[in-house]
Protein backbone atom coordinates (compact mmCIF):
# COMPACT_ATOMS: atom_id res chain seq x y z
CA UNK A 1 0.00 0.00 0.00
CA UNK A 2 1.03 3.79 -0.11
CA UNK A 3 0.66 6.23 2.36
CA UNK A 4 1.10 9.89 2.12
CA UNK A 5 1.78 11.64 5.48
CA UNK A 6 1.17 15.67 5.66
CA UNK A 7 3.04 17.72 8.10
CA UNK A 8 3.77 21.45 8.58
CA UNK A 9 -0.38 22.62 9.27
CA UNK A 10 -0.98 25.05 12.36
CA UNK A 11 -2.53 28.58 12.98
CA UNK A 12 -0.30 31.60 11.20
CA UNK A 13 -1.06 35.60 11.32
CA UNK A 14 -2.21 37.11 8.09
CA UNK A 15 0.74 38.15 5.98
CA UNK A 16 2.74 35.36 7.39
CA UNK A 17 3.89 32.24 6.01
CA UNK A 18 4.40 28.53 6.62
CA UNK A 19 5.57 25.68 4.78
CA UNK A 20 3.77 22.38 4.29
CA UNK A 21 5.55 18.63 3.43
CA UNK A 22 3.99 15.50 2.26
CA UNK A 23 5.96 12.19 2.40
CA UNK A 24 4.72 9.25 0.51
CA UNK A 25 5.83 5.76 1.57
CA UNK A 26 5.05 2.59 0.64
CA UNK A 27 5.17 0.57 -2.23
CA UNK A 28 6.32 2.78 -4.56
CA UNK A 29 7.74 2.00 -8.09
CA UNK A 30 7.27 5.56 -9.39
CA UNK A 31 5.50 8.75 -8.64
CA UNK A 32 4.30 11.45 -11.43
CA UNK A 33 2.23 14.21 -11.13
CA UNK A 34 2.11 15.46 -6.83
CA UNK A 35 -0.10 18.27 -5.85
CA UNK A 36 -2.09 20.34 -3.13
CA UNK A 37 -5.96 20.77 -2.60
CA UNK A 38 -7.15 22.54 0.20
CA UNK A 39 -11.13 22.36 1.17
CA UNK A 40 -12.52 25.29 3.56
CA UNK A 41 -15.75 25.13 5.70
CA UNK A 42 -18.80 24.54 3.83
CA UNK A 43 -16.74 24.54 0.62
CA UNK A 44 -15.76 21.79 -2.06
CA UNK A 45 -12.16 20.64 -1.89
CA UNK A 46 -10.41 23.01 -4.48
CA UNK A 47 -7.03 22.31 -6.50
CA UNK A 48 -4.26 24.72 -5.26
CA UNK A 49 -0.69 23.49 -7.02
CA UNK A 50 0.55 20.73 -9.02
CA UNK A 51 4.05 19.80 -9.70
CA UNK A 52 5.31 17.59 -12.39
CA UNK A 53 7.86 14.82 -12.33
CA UNK A 54 10.76 16.87 -13.86
CA UNK A 55 9.56 19.86 -11.47
CA UNK A 56 7.60 21.99 -13.89
CA UNK A 57 4.41 23.76 -11.65
CA UNK A 58 1.09 25.05 -12.51
CA UNK A 59 -1.04 26.76 -10.02
CA UNK A 60 -4.65 28.42 -8.97
CA UNK A 61 -5.36 32.10 -9.78
CA UNK A 62 -5.80 32.36 -6.16
CA UNK A 63 -2.26 31.58 -4.89
CA UNK A 64 -0.29 32.50 -8.10
CA UNK A 65 2.62 34.42 -6.73
CA UNK A 66 2.11 34.08 -2.85
CA UNK A 67 2.26 29.76 -3.50
CA UNK A 68 4.97 27.95 -4.13
CA UNK A 69 5.09 23.88 -4.54
CA UNK A 70 8.08 21.92 -5.13
CA UNK A 71 9.35 18.48 -4.91
CA UNK A 72 12.52 16.16 -4.32
CA UNK A 73 11.87 12.83 -5.66
CA UNK A 74 14.99 11.04 -3.49
CA UNK A 75 12.52 11.44 -0.53
CA UNK A 76 8.99 11.48 -2.30
CA UNK A 77 8.31 14.29 -0.48
CA UNK A 78 6.33 17.20 -1.93
CA UNK A 79 6.05 20.43 -0.40
CA UNK A 80 3.93 23.76 -0.38
CA UNK A 81 5.55 26.57 1.07
CA UNK A 82 3.08 29.46 1.48
CA UNK A 83 3.40 33.47 1.91
CA UNK A 84 1.49 35.92 2.00
CA UNK A 85 -1.19 34.38 3.51
CA UNK A 86 -4.78 35.75 4.04
CA UNK A 87 -7.31 34.60 5.88
CA UNK A 88 -9.19 33.05 3.06
CA UNK A 89 -6.42 30.69 3.16
CA UNK A 90 -7.67 28.73 5.83
CA UNK A 91 -8.47 24.98 5.32
CA UNK A 92 -7.69 21.52 5.86
CA UNK A 93 -4.59 20.98 2.74
CA UNK A 94 -4.49 17.28 1.08
CA UNK A 95 -1.89 16.52 -0.52
CA UNK A 96 -1.97 14.29 -3.67
CA UNK A 97 -0.03 11.95 -5.56
CA UNK A 98 -0.21 9.78 -8.80
CA UNK A 99 1.71 6.73 -7.86
CA UNK A 100 2.40 3.37 -9.69
CA UNK A 101 3.06 0.85 -7.06
CA UNK A 102 4.21 -1.83 -9.03
CA UNK A 103 5.40 -0.30 -12.21
CA UNK A 104 2.37 -0.30 -14.21
CA UNK A 105 -0.73 1.78 -13.59
CA UNK A 106 -0.77 4.84 -11.73
CA UNK A 107 -3.80 5.46 -9.40
CA UNK A 108 -3.97 8.65 -7.45
CA UNK A 109 -3.70 8.36 -3.09
CA UNK A 110 -4.47 11.41 -0.54
CA UNK A 111 -3.23 12.42 2.12
CA UNK A 112 -5.15 13.15 5.53
CA UNK A 113 -4.61 16.23 5.63
CA UNK A 114 -3.14 19.39 7.51
CA UNK A 115 -5.20 22.18 9.21
CA UNK A 116 -4.06 25.40 8.51
CA UNK A 117 -5.75 28.48 9.51
CA UNK A 118 -4.44 32.47 9.27
CA UNK A 119 -5.97 34.29 11.75
CA UNK A 120 -5.13 37.79 13.76
Known amino acids: QVQLVESGGGLVQPGGSLRLSCAAS????????MGWYRQAPGKEREWVAT???????NYADSVKGRFTISRDNAKSTVYLQMGSLKPEDTAVYYC??????????????WGQGTQVTVSS
Open 26 to 33: GRIFSIND
Open 51 to 57: VHTHGST
Open 96 to 109: NARVSPFGGRFDNY
